[in-house]
């Protein structure tokens, strides 16, 4: 995070120093007008003679009117400009980030939770780059500027007297700091919870409704929100707290003035126009004095939301060059071979395959059955490499897995997954799913061997027809259709199928079982399937129970076996799901 950051502040720092520049010249020039009223003060006692006078100061202070205007303008562009473009160039950091951490890492982080990093961390980090530059100059550049004036142009002991309150408040505000660093912690806790909380009931709204939850989800609702709402009071209460010590503060700073300032005046050691003068000064530091706790607040969340950010950016990534062509244009044939594999989870003692020996040679399609939670997925994101994989443990056309670029590696493999994910875009992005070069025609093919094609044509705007989130706006079976016909699409010499056709018909999924046959001629092809009907025609077929493989060998040879392939095709027979 931190070469993060500090990359992206190089990248603006020129802006960054302008935009201090235009600040500190700001800040000078607002001296002017409480020393050029002063002067006019002075001169009021005898206006018929000082008349030239007068005017001539008061063009001054509409010349310095508009010097100040010319200094703010582009001080308050830039203001604005440096913390969006480090917001931006954060956001695309991150995004980057989450796109190459590892699985191991990534799915330990919650929908909601990776929102706010987005959304409220970042956040926090632009608010404090723009208080941090804009507040802090303005409050180094008054405190130097603007104490020289009133110390060189009305009176030393005036100014340390009157400076005195500021200073205490200053240490007062210091303290206060860990009470709203503390509750603010509270807060971003409960804000990542309510966030998590609302992407999941939106994402379960259909089984909310289905099973009459609307309820229960509001009331866990309201007493989040409560929570995050209480949290959020302590803030506030803090921060009125140390406003009203800033107040007290100026109250104090304006009666040490009034009360020192006017018996100088009456000693004759400063003028009326001097005292004028040194109550606009003090005036000035109003300002800085009242971004001093917001500046401490937005610190405290900044570093919070940072060390968050880090944390993110710690995580280990994947080892793949991103549109590299060299790796694009690899061919993999499609040979496997997975010898004596056992893999567990991380942090997790217990095994999800054990000992698995698989031969696949091009050409061939392997069946893979079992029972839920048997361990079928798991292989496969092995052999994509979405888990670490031992060495010597799988190989494809004689190479150790891990020898293989990553990116080469899944460019050869078309996975079809068994969540059916579709964006919310056309359905002529989602076949195409991040790949250019395809032909109209070509599209339009692998529509109609995946049995979508004439759904596509009914809709209104054909294969440009944006689809809802996830996908939405169709039906299971055409979702998964629209998912399949990408393998048509797909180059790759190694296909996997993921549990793809259990929202078919059994008219619809033989006619797509028959496209992919034809499809996996010269291909290595993988079927996983909890369903007979969907692999009795695979070269081979092996069959996973607790992560072991219990039988293998073709339809016929399993039938003949007694054992678990020929349970599933007795309980499936009887419901005809095998043709």
Sequence with gaps: MKKVLLKILKKYKFTILLQILFIFLNMYLLTYPPKIIGNIVDLLYDIETNKSQIIQNTIYLIIVAILLLGARMPWRWLAGYNPRSIERDLKDKLFEQFMKIKMTNIQNIKNGELMSYFVKDISEIRTFSYRIVSYGARIIATSIIVTYSMMSGVNIKLTVATLCPIIITVFIIIKIKKYVEKNFKKSQKYFTELSEYVQESTDAIRTTKAYTGETNQLKEFIRKNRLLKQS????????????????????LCYGISLLYGSNLVLQGQITTGDFVAFNGYIGLFVGPVQWMPGLISHYKRAQISYNRLDNVFNLEKEKILINSKDNEEQ??????????????????????????NISIKKGETLGIIGTIGSGKTTLMNLLLRLYPVQKGKIFIDEKDINDIPLQTLRNNICYITQDNFLFSNTLKENIKLFKEGYEDEQIKQSTKNAMIYDDIEKMQNGIETVIGERGTDLSGGQKQRVVISRAFLNKSNILIFDDTFSALDNRTEQLVLNNVKELAKDKSCIIITNRISDIKDADKIIVLDSGNIIQSGTHEELLNQDGKYYEFYKQQSTKSQIC
């Design 232 to 251: 959020n009071n302590a803030v506030d209460v803090h921060s009125t707290l140390l406003s009203t010590c800033i107040n007290i503060c100026f109250g």
């Design 331 to 356: 061919k993999i044939e499609g040979n496997i071979e997975i010898k004596d594999l056992t893999f567990n989870y991380p942090d997790n003692l217990e095994s999800v395959l054990q000992n698995i």
